[in-house]
T-cell receptor, first 113, second 113 residues
């Protein structure tokens, strides 16, 4: 099965600054999907951004963008203009073409006012 | 309308009891999952069903038995509950070969005393 690694258990950012969360994965497949999810204290899993492996262009959603490096199997999340409401656990997820979905261990993001 | 609903939201029970958690999705997705989130927030896949067929069965004690009566429902039955079963259990659904994200239920916090 594929593995997903998030090497930063905790990250901290000053409000209005930019922070990058790292994610790498291991796979032998060529077609797959990558996601970043946010889990606030309410424990609801909320989609932040998605990336299809066949697309070379990096996905962007408002203040959130990714740096997808397929050859390096890297999928980092950049949060610009950080806000207090961005504080949460962030999970990187890999979903294979046949729908096997695995998560990284998560990164706890703290936003300092 | 809730896309993925699981009940109950909280469950407190004694060791040795048998309990079930129910999950239903109204998105028409063909794949449903059960994940266990432990106290360190790690999301571990337990089971995955595709059109009522079991496709992923991770190393889970056989006290855990999933049941999928139809593709919109995936229930989790747990026999002889142990203290180590205490966790948050998430149900999720997604569509195969689609770039849409997986949708999650609100989670069931199971506490075994």
């Amino acid at each position: 099965a594929q593995t997903v690694t998030q090497s930063q258990p905790e990250m901290s950012v000053q409000e209005a600054e930019t922070v990058t969360l790292s994610c790498t994965y291991d796979t032998s497949e060529s077609d797959y999907y990558l996601f970043w999810y946010k889990q606030p204290p309410s424990r609801q899993m909320i989609l932040v951004i998605r990336q299809e492996a066949y697309k070379q262009q990096n996905a962007t959603e408002n203040r959130f963008s990714v740096n997808f490096q397929k050859a390096a199997k890297s999928f980092s999340l950049k949060i610009s203009d950080s806000q207090l409401g961005d504080a949460a656990m962030y999970f990187c997820a890999y979903r294979s073409f046949n729908n096997d979905m695995r998560f990284g261990a998560g990164t706890r993001l703290t936003v300092k006012p | 309308d809730t896309a993925v609903s699981q009940t109950p939201k909280y469950l407190v029970t004694q060791m040795g009891n048998d309990k079930s958690i129910k999950c239903e999705q109204n998105l028409g997705h063909d794949t449903m999952y059960w994940y266990k989130q432990d106290s360190k927030k790690f999301l571990k896949i337990m089971f995955s069903y595709n059109n009522k067929e079991l496709i992923i069965n991770e190393t889970v004690p056989n006290r855990f038995s999933p049941k999928s009566p139809d593709k919109a429902h995936l229930n989790l039955h747990i026999n002889s509950l142990e203290l180590g079963d205490s966790a948050v259990y998430f149900c999720a659904s997604s569509q195969r070969q689609s770039n849409t994200e997986a949708f999650f239920g609100q989670g069931t916090r199971l506490t075994v005393v």
